[in-house]
């Protein structure tokens, strides 16, 4: 665990100046390797890259934790460059679409961002508690949200900032509860999402409902009062499925849990 | 490209042998590489790796051949042991999600799977042409479609006879075209799919229409008829959006061609 977590301090010290290592680093990279690398199979017959693809297409939904033997691939995945990369990849193809539309400019284009894993980032509380290896416990995540400390994805805060300068605004919809709103707005603004047209969170009378339920129904409500949602991205597909879904969604990278 | 033509043969042992090399081959891979291996950035500001999730998540869309910087390790990817892992690991989901179905066995519960690249291999063609780097070209394509000498692909020919042990009815639906039938439905027994409810090729009234139109139309046919579609398996998006998608589906990787 010593190398994860000199990983994580490098890691910690990228997210906070946005800055990436010189190109002559990647080409380090050996080229001819035919296996793709980080993780890989740690017990026969489960490949947590395969695993990782699964999770991520949608294909392997519905689980509570990350596989035991995944740990190690996951966590290495999220402090290493590639969550980065990834994320990065996602956020310029979303910005490339948005700028090609051609948008009236008449304060009704909203583009919706989730906010845990997509707009703020729990890594430090993940870091800590097995990126995702130990079950969910709402106690402790809950302590660590209201200390208010979560850094921002540098990718999505980008993104936020040149969809802004668009004209569309941001519309936050979080699974966070209505009685964590204030610390969530000072999160948000602390790392640089400084402005929104609407920070959505969850009433209690969603308790119990899904996810794409409570989000699509918050949606539909976005468009009876004339917004257009031009956009969607988050991490969970539970963001991006359902319905008012959006003109087009992006589904950025997490490996560490699930939610539907 | 004499290691990947190496590689190549290797595959086609595999796939024809439904074997896979021992355990202790996969722990060679090195467990703490921070950086996921195969191919990486190739140009800077370009990882494939990120382009590949980026295209399997349905994030970058409506592309017509993969980046030239990518094309060895797309390569690698395909003709390597985890194109084959990925493939497993959608299948497997895809029985254990069909075994917990309490299903009548009426003889109305269908199984959509796509062809191309979801039952029949083209990777022989593909790897002749670029891994998805030359523009499509109909007129050779078509050639190879008409030998009629495809493999199956093995992770989801063994899915295929899974579910129909279940009582599942297999439905093809590809976007083949009409006159194909014949050499298809030879290909496709040939290689082990010996059985099936229909077998739905693209009618020329489709023609210029998108396949996810083309492909929910014909879906919607099968519930109209009385078919339950339980699931429905594709390498492509435009297999599984659109309207009566089934009620679970599942992504099969493929990094070398999009169709919308």
Redesign the interface.
Known sequence: MA?LLV?FLANILTLSQGSSQP?HV??Q??????????????V?GL?C???R??V?????IGWKTIPQECE?YVG??M????YR??S???AD??FLYAQSLKLPRDGKDVWIFDVDETTLSNLPYYAEHGFGVEPYNATLFNKWVMEGKAPALPESLKLYKKLLSLGIKAVFITGRAEDQRSITATNLKKVGFHSWEKLILKESSYSGKTSVGYKSNERKKLEKNGYKIVGNIGDQWSDLLGTYTGNRT??L?DPMYYIS
């Open positions: 190398l990983l190109a990647h080409r990279i050996h080229l001819l390797r035919p296996q793709s690398g980080a993780g890989g199979d740690l026969p490949s890259l395969s695993w693809l699964g991520e297409t949608n294909n392997i190690g290495h995945y402090l290493g460059k590639q990369k990834d990065k990849a996602v193809e979303a992006f589904k990278p």
